[in-house]
């Protein structure tokens, strides 16, 4: 099971333009944001382990 994947982005705001689009019709949406880093997630999944 893959708990999550990093991307080494140029340009912050057109990848989280497009990564916003991209995870919409999979129920997920932005959750964390700064200048470095953007986080998606979906209702009900958790991203530590517990």
Known sequence: MI???TL???DMARATAF???VFAPLGAVRDT???TWTGY???G???DTV
């Open 3 to 5: 708990a999550y994947t």
């Open 8 to 10: 080494g982005v140029n």
């Open 19 to 21: 990564y916003d689009a």
């Open 33 to 35: 944001t700064s200048e």
């Open 41 to 43: 997630v979906r209702a």
């Open 45 to 47: 999944d958790y991203g």
